[in-house]
């Protein structure tokens, strides 16, 4: 399988990637957890990339394309792979394409998650993480008087910085105008599949394994 999950911040790609890689054994490519983790080890390319992820915008793409490179020169993740998170640029689609092509094989499934907005900044908003196991949850499904804590390992639960209101608005702002416009360049291609974003988490995992 070579997938690509697309969809808004919030749309729940990181959640439900993380039940497909683990169903069918799919290394979870996230640009997002690759850039977060180098900033947090305070790498050049985290400190290159700090300042647009605070602000809401895209990394470069030469940096994403050379993140890439990295992660599918690794051996174990050329095939399969289920991307989450990239592409996210037209430019990133067609450089990953093109490098794609030359290791013989191409995108086989691009799945759509769609979710409407004011549900995306609510998800957003409520978005806790485990400091311990790296967990993602909502602060709606914890219980009272046990909001700071992982409901699966009990570690202390955090928020991240682009969170945040003002920052959830320009990521939303900036995916509309540059990452949604992938849905066309990959309808064209006949391998889009849009799936309905809404409801509970086992629902829209049962939606993408249809597709699957
Ligand atoms: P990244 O980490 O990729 O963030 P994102 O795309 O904004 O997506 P999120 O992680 O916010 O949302 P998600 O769809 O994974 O939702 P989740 O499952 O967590 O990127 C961060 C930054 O890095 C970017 O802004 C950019 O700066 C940079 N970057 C990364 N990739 C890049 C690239 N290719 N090019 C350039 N720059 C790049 O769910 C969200 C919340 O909702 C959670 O609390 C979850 O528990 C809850 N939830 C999930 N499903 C449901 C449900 N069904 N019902 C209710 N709640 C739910």
Redesign the pocket.
């Known amino acids: 399988m070579r997938i690509v999950l697309l969809?808004a911040?919030?749309?729940?790609?990181?959640?439900?990637a993380k039940k497909i890689s683990a169903k069918f054994g799919i290394p979870h490519i996230?640009?997002?957890?690759i850039?977060?983790n180098e900033l947090k080890n305070s790498t050049g390319l985290g400190n290159k990339?700090s300042e647009?992820?605070q602000a809401?915008?895209?990394?470069p793409?030469e940096l994403?394309i050379e993140i890439i490179k990295h992660r599918l020169a690794e051996g174990n993740t050329g095939n399969p792979f289920l991307m989450?998170?990239?592409?996210?640029?037209l430019n990133?689609a067609i450089m990953f394409d093109n490098m794609l092509a030359s290791m013989g094989i191409s995108v086989e499934k691009v799945i759509n998650i769609f979710v409407d907005k004011a549900e995306l900044v609510k998800?957003?908003m409520?978005?806790?993480i485990c400091h311990s196991c790296a967990g993602?949850?909502?602060i709606d499904l914890l219980q009272k008087g046990s909001e700071n804590r992982c409901p699966i390992c009990g570690g202390e639960l955090y928020t991240r910085k682009?969170d945040a209101i003002k920052v959830i608005k320009e990521?939303l702002r900036v995916y509309e105008n540059q990452t949604k416009p992938l849905t066309d360049y990959y309808a064209k291609k006949g391998i889009l599949y849009n799936i309905d974003?809404s409801?509970?988490?086992n629902e829209?995992t049962e939606r993408l394994l249809q597709v699957l």
Do not use: N
């Open positions: 969809g911040p919030g749309a729940g790609k990181g959640t439900q996230s640009t997002g957890d850039l977060r990339a647009y992820m809401g915008k895209l990394v793409d994403i989450d998170g990239f592409p996210r640029t990133q998800r957003l409520g978005r806790r993602v949850c909502h682009d990521r974003g409801g509970t988490e829209i």
